[in-house]
């Protein structure tokens, strides 16, 4: 195709177009002539110059393999020369066969030029399948294993990947002493670098994995709530806080040195409508952090309501939640948690209800099933699992059930034959969702506690571990650890863990040495030895101090130290000689005060009738050396007294 320019349609000359046609258009080259191509020309070039090529690369080829198979008869030839005849025979027929097949496929090549394009397979290829790894091996391959051991090991490893039991962490453990009295509260922070407990006996401890050493000893100790026992211990999702539940009515949050950051506020008892007073009234029983916003906590009370706080206003709470029973009556809640994504709350009553609200509604329940455990046992433990779609609830009549709250209608599993004998007894998930965990309390001397494992899929009893000869009160499975801490009846503190599945946390403090303890330097009493003094008489002179203390260490009489009594309102589990609630202060101060203000004068003579009718035990003794009393005369002097002048009084 030709294009002429428009300097030949308008008639101008042929020594150029015209510019301003060139400026109107808004590009040049009018009055060239267009270029063709003959693309069917330029691919058949193409072509012939990609079979040229690959002609050329196979006689090379050709070439090197007929010069190493050369050098490979010279080489036979000095060893076997009879059997290199028949060789290069074979050779000579080979190379000749192959010399006529690539004959053939030039001509083939050269025939189907039309259908080839890119360069022909090499003639050895050539009817046989293609395996890259014929020119490429290094060395000779491993033989094959056996089918049916293959199968074996996949199976195995399937089973291990599938089996939950396998990842529970319990190969090793440790024992941090709390105390003497039950452990009833464990928090381990995000991170896993720090345990508190809390016991009956009011004290929290604070357990520092990565400064401990194998003496296992906690690094702080206080008592937040006075003579309070300590129900629950829970830090905050970024860990600076720790959320203290109490039997006092009012909850707290310290820092992680423990330090009080605030204190809720208490209500006042004497109003019928809990929602309009500002705190809670009565006991608490728990509480639990919002799992995502920060600053927010929830706890329940005996005053039979649920309600939910801010640290940073600590005079009144933010919302409060009344559970009811169908017949709409006040119920008192157990126990309550968020769910995982903090939308939901759910709380345990002692009617043996499970009540869950929307965290924005506190009107009526979402959901509510009245019968999920036996009516007047306290339900000591709701959890929600890591998806959000199950709830397990730890009953006071020993079973453990399993809900689905998207069907809230019925439980998908329970399991009875559960003993338990405290009021928080926990129950949790595993970090993978696959198995439940809870603790069974025993009677003192009547067999150990045990941690009993469940797998959620079938709700079968998997595995046991026998934790101690007291009752498991309390067990945490930490996600990022994959450590289990367990809180028990005698004041112990376990820590569960594997060295190869689990991290860091007590594998921190395993592996450092026991420090010495320093020797306490005292003051000995000197011996005064006499110049001049028969040996027999000399008193043996003490050689060293050290010596000395650590024999009296050993001496059971001498080691021992008396316990101090008590002062002000009780610690260490026993109650103090006044106590320190109100009716105690009122025994101290007025119920015991018997100082009598009236005249002592009055008070002998109103039982002087008395002595008189019945003479038993002040006539007698005076019989004899006072036989006349001396009463009338002094009250005869008195009444002269009375009557006598007033100048006479003065003079005297």
């Known amino acids: 195709m030709e294009r002429s320019g428009p300097s030949e349609a308008t008639g101008s000359d042929a020594s150029g177009p015209d510019p301003q046609l060139a400026v109107t258009m808004g590009f040049t080259g009018f009055g060239k002539k267009a270029r063709t191509f003959d693309l069917e020309a330029m691919f058949e070039q193409t072509r012939r110059t990609a079979v040229e090529r690959s002609r050329k690369t196979l006689e090379a080829r050709e070439k090197e393999e007929e010069m190493s198979r050369e050098k490979e008869l010279r080489q036979n030839e000095d060893i076997e020369p009879t059997s290199s005849r028949s060789n290069v025979v074979r050779d000579c027929s080979k190379s000749s066969s192959r010399d006529t097949s690539s004959s053939e496929s030039e001509e083939s090549s050269d025939s189907s030029d039309d259908e080839l394009i890119g360069p022909p397979l090499p003639p050895k290829m050539v009817g046989k399948p293609v395996n890259f790894m014929d020119e490429d091996i290094l060395g000779a391959l491993p033989p094959p294993l056996n089918e049916e051991e293959e199968a074996e090991e996949e199976e195995e490893e399937e089973e291990e990947e599938e089996n939950p039991v396998h990842k529970i962490p319990d190969s090793h453990e440790i024992t941090l002493k709390h105390g003497t009295k039950t452990v009833s509260a464990l928090g381990l922070d995000p991170s896993g670098a720090r345990l508190v407990t809390g016991g009956y006996d009011y004290d929290v401890k604070f357990w520092d994995f990565a400064g401990m050493d194998a003496a296992f000893k906690a690094f702080r100790s206080l008592q937040p709530c006075e003579c309070h026992q300590i129900k629950s211990l829970q830090y905050s999702n970024t860990g600076d806080m720790i959320l203290v539940v109490s039997g006092s009515s009012q909850a707290k949050v310290i820092d992680r040195d423990g330090f009080e950051v605030m204190e809720c506020i208490k209500g006042d008892q004497y109003i019928v409508d809990m929602a309009n007073t500002k705190g809670h009234t009565a006991m608490l029983h728990t509480g639990s952090w919002h799992p995502k916003i920060k600053g927010e906590f929830m706890t329940c009370s005996n005053d039979a309501t649920v309600r939910t706080w801010e640290v940073e206003n600590p005079k009144k709470q933010k919302s409060v939640f009344k559970p009811r029973t169908m017949q709409g009556k006040k119920v008192i809640p157990t126990t309550c948690t968020y769910s995982r994504d903090g939308n939901l709350i759910a709380a345990a009553c002692q009617n043996g209800s499970i009540q869950i609200w929307d965290r924005n509604l506190t009107v009526h329940p979402k959901f509510h099933y009245k019968q999920a455990h036996d009516s007047g046992t306290d339900t000591s433990c709701v959890t929600f699992s890591y998806d959000g779609n199950v709830l397990a609830s730890r009953g006071g009549d020993d079973s453990l059930k399993l809900w689905d709250i998207r069907q809230f209608n019925k439980p998908l599993f329970s399991a009875s034959g559960l003993p338990t004998m405290f009021p928080m007894t926990d129950c949790c998930f595993s970090p993978d969702d696959k198995l439940i965990v809870t603790g069974t309390s025993v009677q003192r001397g009547c067999g150990s506690g045990k941690l009993v494992f469940f797998e959620r899929r079938t709700f079968q009893r998997v595995y046991e571990i026998d934790i101690t000869d007291a009752s498991v009160v309390r067990c945490l499975w930490h996600p990022k650890l994959n450590q289990i801490m367990v809180g028990t009846g005698n004041g112990l503190a376990k820590v569960y863990y594997d060295p190869n599945k689990s991290q860091r946390g007590a594998k921190l403090c395993v592996v450092k040495t026991q420090r010495k303890a320093k020797q306490a330097e005292t003051l000995t009493q ?75 004068r009055e008070a002998i003579l109103r039982h002087a009738k008395a002595a008189e009718d019945n003479p038993y035990w002040v006539s007698p003794a005076y019989s004899k050396t006072q036989p006349k009393t001396m009463f009338a005369q002094v009250e005869s002097d008195d009444e002269e007294a009375k009557n006598e002048p007033e100048w006479k009084k003065r003079k005297i």
């Open 526 to 600: 000197d011996y005064i030895i006499t110049p001049h003094a028969l040996p027999m008489f000399r008193e043996p002179r003490q050689r060293s101090t050290r010596k000395q203390l650590e024999k009296d260490r050993l001496d059971p009489l001498k080691s021992h130290k008396p316990e101090p009594p008590v002062a002000g309102p009780g610690r260490g589990g026993r109650v103090g000689t006044h106590g320190g609630t109100l009716s105690s202060y009122i025994v101290k101060n007025i119920a015991l005060d018997k100082t009598d203000d009236s005249n002592p």
